[in-house]
């Protein structure tokens, strides 16, 4: 099956051949995860399709907002709808790097170390309250996030593939947790907003919650082995000349009117995010439009302007409005 897309191409739809799925069925599923998550969380449906969007582009997500509006129970929704491997890091000041990463443990038996992996050996991982542990200890998710790997005592472990990190950011308490190092903060695709709900919502979330939590009979809607397959779909998403040019004097604009501006590895994931978007939406290639509804959830928390009460927002705003699509 072929689909044309709007620069005339021709592009193949992948087959279900083991390693890859039709565009359409990862539309189905996408609407499935969502349809499910919906369960548990009332509301919010642009914040998970991001999510979903994130997790289908091999990108890692950041929920930063006030305390109690379900950033924790949305990762954990997410995890649930998949049947994979999923761990959950309780982020505190006393955290060791060797909490996250695992530690060498001496065998009494066999009088050799054996090494005990940490909970960042998960297909979906959780890190809750990121900004509480020191600078040292959230430095040890810089290597598993960007290449999928881990080095403890000069030997390197690779991760479980899907690798995703969750996590999720206290906004209020800035005398009691830590800045995340910059290097950090551009791992993640995608920073994310929860807010409140409207009031209508919230009489929702409140009839649904009053008894037994729906997250406890949450059940999976997909496995382990289908997600890789769907990534692997998104990942031969097209993305023509012309949009990986939009692409770049949009990320070349931040930098002009920033004092850091968003990173090539930003560009990239964009690009990804962009990708998992128009395969959700059931196209095998990319157009403007999804470049336009990612670009502020991707590029605005990579930027940093000379005054630090300017809003990243703002500039990727202003870069929308001006860049043209060529």
């Known amino acids: 099956m072929t689909d044309t897309n709007p620069t005339g191409e021709t592009s193949a739809e992948p087959t279900a051949d083991g390693e890859s799925l039709q565009i359409a069925t990862v539309e189905r599923l996408c609407a499935d995860i969502e349809a499910n998550v919906s369960r548990v969380i009332v509301g919010h449906e642009a914040v998970v399709e991001h999510v979903i969007t994130a997790l289908l582009g091999r990108g890692h997500v950041l929920l930063d907002d006030v305390p109690g509006v379900g950033k924790t129970m949305l990762a954990r929704s997410i995890a649930r709808s998949v049947d994979c491997s999923f761990s959950r890091i309780q982020f505190t000041p006393d955290l060791l790097p060797a909490d996250v990463t695992g530690v060498n443990v001496f065998n009494q038996q066999t009088r050799e170390f054996e090494f005990q992996p ?15 542990a020191p600078p040292k200890t959230q430095a040890a998710l810089l290597e598993a996030m960007e290449e999928q790997q881990v080095t403890t005592d000069g030997q390197t472990r690779a991760l479980p593939t899907p690798f995703t990190v969750i996590a999720t950011q206290n906004a209020v308490e800035p005398n009691r947790t830590y800045d995340l190092p910059f290097a950090e903060i551009d791992r993640f695709m995608k920073k994310l907003h929860l807010g409140y709900p409207d009031p209508d919502e919230e009489v929702d979330l409140l ?51 920033a004092h850091i501006g968003v990173s090539p590895r930003g560009s990239i994931s964009l690009l990804r995010a962009a990708q998992a978007r128009a395969a959700a939406n059931g196209r095998a290639y990319v157009i403007p439009d999804d470049v336009q509804a990612e670009a502020p959830v991707v590029m605005r928390h990579r930027i940093k302007t000379a005054d630090r009460d300017q809003d990243g927002a703002a500039i990727v705003d202003d870069a929308l409005e001006t860049i043209p699509v060529e």
Not at 122 to 131: A, K
Not at 217 to 246: C, F, G, H
């Open 118 to 132: 940490g909970p960042v050996f998960g297909n979906i991982v959780l890190g809750d309250e990121i900004n509480r």
């Open 207 to 257: 009839g649904r919650t009053v008894g037994n939590h729906p997250i406890e009979s949450l059940e999976s809607v997909t496995d382990r082995e289908t997600l890789v397959a769907a990534r692997e779909t998104v990942s031969t998403v097209q993305v023509a000349q012309p949009i990986r040019e939009y692409v770049t004097r949009l990320a070349a604009y931040t930098r002009e009117h």
